[in-house]
Structure formats: structure tokens, C-alpha cells
């Protein structure tokens, strides 16, 4: 990290603006406070995508995000130690967002991770969590009966306890908090605006080069041009950027025109299914953590009962049983995470995509799962039973692409299911990325092209899109 910070005057002799963010989920909205609070004087940054369609029906919208919904699990722990760090950075900085926006989204609940003892995932995780300083208690069967009598695990089960910095977030409210922030505490001289419209394109424009060193590559003057880009809107406006920086996830490749050629992004089926509960329910249920269960013939996350903004409070489980009940367990330590396996299916183009979301998932997966929450929580009586679609971006490497596309044009995609607890970071990375430097702690100023000193776990190449 450079000790002082002069940043480079930003390119917008030809641009309204000095960085255009497409995409106002989660990625995009932390991407937008980091660049808000972080870019030099003079810049201009917007941050470009629709808010959540309100009062209609999964089928009448025509505006998608997996952000459309109140629990995530959050959690320090991760069998991947890559995951785990950019948990533990975003996390690092929830109460930071909070207070800086005045939105509340982190419940401290605790978060427990279950499977067969000795099972691999259950391995890592706890080697990880000892070796990044997390607190944690591995429970045996006896433990977690006692501990937990309302839920019920398969004989043999272990655990491991995750008390403090986990739990869950509100995805909705996360984003609203970090545009927020973004608006409350833009750095002075750094003008900040939220365009709540849908980008149909973007389109790359030559343009002559601007005075100075580009902040982003460090070419010297007049070496090469420097594109422009015009970002096209639903509503026929068109926004002129210097760079422009996609976190669109899923959509990344389409239906909306914004990369010059796909990246390589595979899109996938996710769904949940949510129990409405009663007030007898819910209060037997107090207490509970956030839950990932992970067995040879099938998976889960649970989600403990939430307050959602409609009135109702919904205990969520997202999963589904494994057809190769012959695999071992060290081989569906990660079946949720496997392209094509454990209840998902691939969605090759936009088209299905659309479709998929509109649907509102499988009846059959619904169906399933239910079965499968009345299994991991007896007694339940639902007073209703809906069902969610999403979908998962997921990246060749299981890491999030993060970097130039080419040009002065940027990406951030490819959450592999992990991405909503460690967004904050991975938008970091992206506006540190898109904009090359970036003010930082008591006048600091951290670039791009320096490495990470504090872990070479997120080396800039390990998640280069191109």
C-alpha cells in the first residue's frame, strides 16, 4: 500500500463520467461505496440498474436479482481458504456499512456447519477458521442433540460452531445500506449518482487518449487510445463513461448487449422453499443459527426464522437430495456447489434464464424440499409453503472474475453461491480494479497492480476474467 494518496486526475475530458457501474446488486452496490469513498477528486461515478419490482407476481416481472430476497448465510468459516478470507474482509466491515448508512442488515446469530464426522469439508473448515484466528467449537452428535433438540441430523453427524461474526444478512437491505453510504459519505470532491434504470448496452468508442498517466494501466500519454463507452438505457438515455465496470452476475452475458464476447460464466438453477410459521413455531425456533448440512445423499442450507417486509417470518431451505447415493461423502463435501449436481441444472442462454426466474422453480424440487425441512425440523406446521427461483453464476475456477475485460471495460461476476456474505470485498476488488487506485485508511492509497501483501490468496491474476 502507498503511504500517501495522489491519485491520478481522472480521464472525463470526453465522458460524463469517470466510471459507469452497471449492475446495483450486491457486488455493484459495494463496488459503488468503495469507489464513492475511495476515487480521486474530480471523479464521477454512477451506479446503473433497476430497483426491485413491488407488488407483483414472480411471473409479471420483467427485473431480476438474486439480491430480491431477506437471508443469506454469513459466515467466517469456509472449507475454501480463498472464501473464507474475502468472508471474513467483507464481514470486517459490516458494522462500518451500517453505520455509515443507517440500515441494519447483520444478524449475529452464529452459524453451524454439519456433516458426517471426519467428512473433509468439516476437516477443512476447522483447519481453516484455526489458522485465520476465527473462534469456533467442533460438536460431537451428543452435543448437537442438546444444543440444537429442534433440529434432527443423521446418526453420526458432527459440527462445527461458528458463535461470533456469523449468522446471516439481509441481502435487499445490504444493498440499500451500501448505496447509502455511498450517498451519505461520497468522499469531498467525488460526485456520486444512482441511475435506477436497466442498461440495454454498452458500446466502445475510441477516443483520443487524455492528459496524463491512465490511472488504471499506468500507459504514459499519447502511448494508446483511450476508449470511451456509451452505456445505453431502457428509457433511450445514454450515459458516457471513461470506464465502465459490469457486476450484472448471472445476466453478465446477456440478454442486455454489454461484452464484447461472453466470459465465462455458467449460469445454473438455485431454489428455496419457504415456510410461513406461526407463532408457536417461530418462538420454539428462537435462537436458532444459520445451518449448511452436507451428507453422502443430500445437502442443505437453512436459514433460521426471518421477519420479511410483507409481515410474514419464514424459516428458508434451500437443497436437495443426491441421486448417486453410492458417492462417498469426501465427494459431496461441495454438492451444492457442483455444476449440474444436487438439484441444479444448467441455463445454456439468457432466454432460460428469464424463464427460470419467472417460473418460480421446480414443482418436483419444491416438493422435495419440503420433505426435506419437515426432516431437518420436526413438528413444523407451516401456516404456507411458496417456492423461489434464482440462479447461481459460477466460474470456471469456483473464484469470482474480477478484472479487465479489455480496454478501460471491467467485470466483477461469478459468485458461485458464495458471493452475498463477502461482497463488500469482491466490490472492493472491483472498484480498486476498474478505477486502478483507491484512498484508503488515514490517507492510503492502495493500487491495482501491487500485490495484496497482507495474503497472496487474492493475487490479482487468480481471478483475471480474460
Not at 44 to 49: E, T
Not at 263 to 275: G, M, Y
Not at 341 to 358: A, F, I, K, Q
Amino acid at each position: 500500500m502507498t503511504p500517501a494518496c495522489s491519485l491520478i486526475q481522472p480521464q472525463c475530458e470526453t465522458a460524463d463520467y469517470s466510471l459507469v457501474i452497471v449492475g446495483a446488486g450486491l457486488i455493484g452496490s459495494a463496488a459503488a461505496r468503495h469507489a464513492a469513498l475511495g476515487a480521486a477528486p474530480g471523479s464521477r461515478i454512477a451506479l446503473v440498474g433497476p430497483s426491485e419490482p413491488q407488488g407483483r407476481q414472480p411471473g409479471e416481472w420483467g427485473v431480476f436479482g438474486a439480491h430480491h430476497d431477506e437471508g443469506r448465510i454469513t459466515r467466517c468459516t469456509d472449507p475454501d481458504p480463498t472464501w473464507a478470507l474475502l468472508a471474513q474482509r467483507s464481514i470486517d466491515r459490516y458494522a462500518e456499512i451500517e453505520e455509515q448508512s443507517g440500515v441494519q442488515f447483520f444478524s449475529e446469530v452464529g452459524h453451524l456447519a454439519v456433516g458426517p464426522a471426519g467428512a473433509p469439508s468439516l476437516v477443512a473448515r476447522a483447519a481453516n477458521a484455526a489458522a485465520q484466528g476465527v473462534p469456533h467449537e467442533l460438536l460431537d452428535a451428543a452435543a448437537l442433540r442438546e444444543r440444537y433438540p429442534y433440529l434432527s441430523f443423521p446418526a453420526g453427524a458432527a459440527g462445527v460452531w461458528e458463535p461470533r461474526r456469523s449468522g446471516h444478512i439481509s441481502a435487499r437491505r445490504l444493498v440499500a445500506a451500501q448505496i447509502s453510504a455511498a450517498q451519505r459519505c461520497v468522499r469531498p470532491g467525488v460526485a456520486f449518482e444512482r441511475v435506477d434504470e436497466s442498461a440495454v448496452a454498452v458500446e466502445e468508442a475510441a477516443a483520443k487518449a487524455a492528459a496524463g498517466t491512465d490511472q488504471a494501466t499506468g500507459e504514459a500519454e499519447g502511448e494508446a487510445p483511450a476508449p470511451s463507452y456509451r452505456v445505453l438505457l431502457r428509457d433511450g438515455r445514454e450515459l458516457r463513461a471513461a470506464r465502465v465496470l459490469l457486476c450484472c452476475g448471472a445476466f453478465t452475458n446477456g440478454p442486455s448487449r454489454l461484452v464484447p464476447a461472453p466470459l465465462r460464466l455458467s449460469n445454473f438453477t438455485t431454489q428455496t422453499v419457504h415456510f410461513s410459521l406461526g407463532d408457536s413455531d417461530a418462538a420454539r425456533l428462537e435462537g436458532m443459527p444459520s445451518v449448511i448440512a452436507k451428507f453422502p445423499t443430500w445437502w442443505a442450507y437453512l436459514l433460521p426464522p426471518i421477519r420479511y417486509p410483507d409481515g410474514r417470518t419464514v424459516l428458508k431451505l434451500g437443497g436437495a437430495r443426491v441421486e448417486d447415493a453410492s458417492a462417498p461423502a469426501a465427494r459431496l463435501d461441495a454438492a451444492d456447489r457442483t455444476p449440474g449436481r444436487g438439484g441444479t441444472r444448467p441455463l445454456p442462454e439468457p432466454s432460460d434464464l428469464l424463464t427460470w426466474y419467472r417460473s418460480g422453480g421446480d414443482a418436483a424440487a419444491r416438493c422435495e424440499m419440503e420433505g426435506m425441512l419437515h426432516e431437518l425440523v420436526p413438528g413444523l406446521q407451516p401456516l404456507e409453503v411458496r417456492s423461489d427461483a434464482c440462479a447461481n453464476c459460477r466460474t470456471e475456477t469456483g473464484l469470482p472474475l474480477v478484472g479487465k475485460v479489455r480496454g478501460q471495460l471491467y467485470a466483477a461476476a461469478g459468485g458461485n453461491g458464495l458471493a452475498a456474505k463477502s461482497s463488500d470485498e469482491i466490490g472492493r476488488l472491483a472498484a480498486l480494479a476498474a478505477l486502478g487506485s483507491l484512498c484508503c485508511g488515514e490517507g492510503g492509497l492502495q493500487r491495482w497492480q501491487e500485490p495484496d501483501y497482507e495474503s497472496e490468496l487474492l493475487a490479482r491474476e487468480r481471478f483475471a476474467p480474460c
